[in-house]
C-alpha cells in the first residue's frame, strides 16, 4: 500500500512539472519534457502554435532547429508546426550520472531572422538494473569480531537517477549478518556488513550470502552480488584515508601517463593486516577508459584524452582494503580545466546564390554562425572577410553574421566571387579557420550593344547581282546569354522615295548588308542606312550606327555622240571655204559619256576619210582642223568617219560621219544626192528610194537655202566663215564642262545659232535653260524619231526640246 501511495505521487509530481515546462519562461524561452527512449515520431509539442504563429509562416521563414555547441540534434520540426522525436533519446549516454538532463536548441527563423531558445527535458525511465562492481564481494573477518562489527560493502551503481536509482539493499536471512546502507561523501550510498552474533571459526569457516540491490522504478528492476566471508582470526583495524574527498584540477591537454592524484590510506595493524591495497569502486567504461589506479601506491593515472568541452567534472570512488579485508572508502572529484584547444568553426545557415548583378548595397546574400567549444576568452570569436571583395559581414544575433554587399555588382566585370570568411578566437595563443564561400553574380540587361564603328563605309560596283554582300557590321555585348545575343535591323528610311528596303537588306543575326537589288551609278551614286543593333533581353536595348554606301562607276555606257547627228538620222553637211589656211577649225565633233572618271575620258581620231592628209583630229577637244592648205586639187565633198572611244576598261565606242564641202559659194553647191556614203553598199531599193525623195525635194530646198543664207548675212554676216565653225550650245549637256583634254566642247565654241545643211539662213534653239549642275539621273538625250533637227533630253518627269527657229 505504501508503494502504491509513493507511485501515484511520483506521477503526480512528474505530471506538474510537464505543464510547468510547457509553458514559457519569464526570459521567452520555450520548455518541454520527454522521456527519454521515446519512439521516433512522438510529437513533443508544437512549435508554432507556442510561438503564436501559423505553420505555414514556420515553413515560409524556414524554420530549423539550430544545436548549442553544435550537439547532435534529436528533434525535428515538421511542415505542420509539431516538434517530433528524430532519434533515439539516451539519457544516461547524453548526460551520465547529472540529474538535470536537457536538450537546448535554437529555433532559427528567418525574414526576418529571429531565435528562440527551446529546452528539452530529458527525463529518466526505468531502463537499467543495478549493477555491483564484483559478482563476488569477499571479505575475510577475524572469528574475534565482537557483536555490532560493521564490514563496509562498495554500493551498487544504477545508470538511472532519482527514484530509478537503487533505493534499497537485501541481504540473504542469515544468523550471523545484517546490512545496514550509508551515504558516500561526496554523493552516493554504500553497505554495510553489520555482524549480530559472533562468528565462530571452528563451527563454521565461510559463509556465501547473496545482496540483492533494488531500484525504485516502475516495474523494479534489482542487481545481485554474492558475499563470501572467510572467517580468520583477529584483524581489528581498518584502513583510514588521509582524506575522505580528494578534489584535483587537470588541464584538459594533459599528457597520457599524467598523475592525476595520489590517494593514501593507513592502517594500525601489523603485517599483513596493515599491508592497503587500492581499487576503483564501480566505474563507468569511459571512466575506465580514462583512469588508472596502481593498487600498491594509489597513484591515479591519466590513461585515456580528457575533454573539458566533453565533460568537465568526473568523480571517482577508491576503496583502501588491508590484507585481512577491512577496507574504507573516499572519493576522488577531478576537475578538468579548459584549454583553447578548439578553433571556431564557421557554418553557412542561408546564402542567396546567385546574386544579381542589380542588388542594392547592403542586400542581405547570406547567413553565418560561429561557433566554438571551448569557455571564456577561448570562446570569443572575431570575424572577418579576408580578400578586396564588395561584401562585409555585420553581426546579428548572439554568433549569427550577415553577408552584405558594400557596392554595386557588375557580373561583365567580375562573375563569381570566392569569398574567404575567417573566424579567430581570443585564446592564447588565439586559434582560426577559414571557410570559403562561393558567390555567382547573375546577369541583369544592362549593356546595349555597342558596334566597333560609328560608322562604316562601303564601296560596290554598279550592276551588280542582287543578293551580293556588301559589308558587315559587329556589335558587342558583354551580357549573358539573351542578353548578350544581339539582332540587326535596318532603321526604316527613303532613298529618293523609295524605301531603304528596296536597296538593301541585313541578316538579322551576322549583320552582314546584301544589296537587294543592282545598282546603277547613272541614277544615284550613294545612299546611307542606319542600321540598328539591338538584344534579346528585357527589356531590350539597342544602339545605331551609320553604314555610307557608295557605287562606284563602271564602263557600262558607251560614248554618245551629240554632234553630228548619228548616220541615217539626217543629211547635215558643213562648209569649208576655199581659202581655208591649215590649222583652221573646221567643224567640232561633240560626244558625252553617261559614265564619270576614266570611263568618260573621251578620245577622237579619224578612221576613214576622203583625203586622208587633209585634215586632222583633235585627240581629246574632237576638234577638226585643216592639216594642211586647201587646194584646187582637193575634191569638193569631203567624207569623214570619226571614232569616238571611252577610257574604260574594257573601251566603249561610238562612229560617226563628218560631211564636208569645200565650197566659197552656194551656187557651186552639187546636189545633194550625191552626199551619201560612198563607200557604204546598200541595195538597189534603197538607192531608187532616195533618189525619187531628193529629185522631189530639191527645188523647194535650194529656194529655202538661198533665201535662208541672204537673210542670215544681212543679220549675222559673220557667223559663217569667220575661221571656227557655230557650234550649238543646246547639244551640250548641262553636267559635262570641258576639261582640257577631255573631249568636250570648250566654252569658247557655245554660240547661239548653228548650220546645218545646205542651209545658211537656221538655226536651233535649246527652249529649257539648265544650270550648270550635275546631269540627273536617267537623263537621256535623243534625236526625234521624225528625222526632223529636233534633239530632245529626257529625264524622270522632265524633257528638253531643241526647236528650229526661223530668223
Known sequence: MENRRQLVFS?????????????????????????????????????????????????TRKARLDADDDGKVYCDILSSGDLVVAERIDREEMCGPKTECSLKYEIIL??????????????????????????????????????????????????DIGQNGVQSYVLQNNAHFSFDVHAKPGGGKYGELVLNKELDREQQRELTLTLTAKDGGNPQRSGTAVIHVTILDANDNVPVFSQSVYKVNVPESAALGTVVATVTATDADEGANGDVTYEFGYLSEELNRLFKLNEKTGDIILDGQVDFEKESRYELSIQGKDGAGLASFASVIVEVSDVNDN???????????????????????????????????????????QQNVPFQLIPSIKNYFSIVTTSELDREQVAEYNITITATD???????????????????????????????????????KAGTSICSVTARDPDWRQNGTVLYSLLPSEVNGVPVSSFLSINADTGVIHAVRSFDYEQFRSLKVQVVSRDNGSPPLSSNATVSVFITDENDNSPQILYPAPEGKSLMTEMVPKAALSGSLVSKVIAVDADSGQNAWLSYRIVKSTDPGLFSMGVHSGEIRVQRDISESDSMKQNLVISVRDNGQPPLSATCSVYLLISDNLAEVPELKDMTYEEKSSKL????????????????????????????????????????????????????????GAGTLRSSYNYDAYLTTGSHTSDFKFIRSYNDSTLPAGGTLRKSPDDSNIITFSEAGEEGVFLPCAQ
Open 11 to 59: 506521477f503526480v509530481i512528474r505530471l506538474l512539472g510537464f505543464f510547468v515546462l510547457l509553458m514559457r519562461s519569464s526570459r521567452g524561452d520555450i520548455n518541454y519534457s520527454v522521456p527519454e527512449e521515446t519512439k521516433i515520431g512522438h510529437v513533443i509539442g508544437n512549435i508554432a502554435k507556442d510561438l503564436g504563429l501559423s505553420a505555414k509562416t514556420l515553413s
Open 110 to 159: 528567418e525574414n526576418p531572422l529571429q531565435l528562440h531558445r527551446v529546452m528539452i527535458e530529458v527525463q529518466d525511465i526505468n531502463d537499467h538494473s543495478p549493477v555491483f562492481a564484483s559478482d563476488m564481494i569477499k571479505f575475510e573477518i577475524r572469528e574475534s569480531a565482537m557483536k555490532g562489527a560493521r564490514f563496509a560493502v562498495n554500493g551498487a551503481h544504477d545508470a
Open 343 to 385: 578553433p571556431p568553426a564557421i557554418f553557412l545557415k542561408s546564402v542567396q546564390n546567385p546574386v544579381p548583378e542589380n542588388a542594392a548595397p547592403g542586400t542581405e546574400v547570406g547567413i553565418i554562425n560561429v561557433q566554438d567549444k571551448d569557455t571564456g576568452k577561448n570562446k570569443q570569436v572575431h570575424c572577418s572577410i
Open 426 to 464: 581570443e585564446g592564447m595563443p588565439p586559434l582560426s579557420s577559414s571557410k570559403v564561400i562561393h558567390l555567382s553574380v547573375s546577369d541583369v540587361n544592362d549593356n546595349p550593344p555597342v558596334f566597333d564603328e560609328q560608322s562604316y563605309s562601303a564601296y560596290v560596283a554598279e550592276n551588280n
Open 685 to 740: 531599193t534603197s538607192y531608187l528610194i532616195i533618189a525619187l525623195v531628193s529629185v522631189s525635194t530639191f527645188f523647194l530646198t535650194f529656194i529655202i537655202l538661198i533665201l535662208a543664207v541672204r537673210f542670215c548675212r544681212r543679220r549675222k554676216p559673220r557667223l559663217l566663215f569667220d575661221g571656227a565653225v557655230a557650234i550649238p550650245s543646246a547639244y551640250l549637256p548641262p553636267n559635262y564642262a570641258e576639261v582640257e
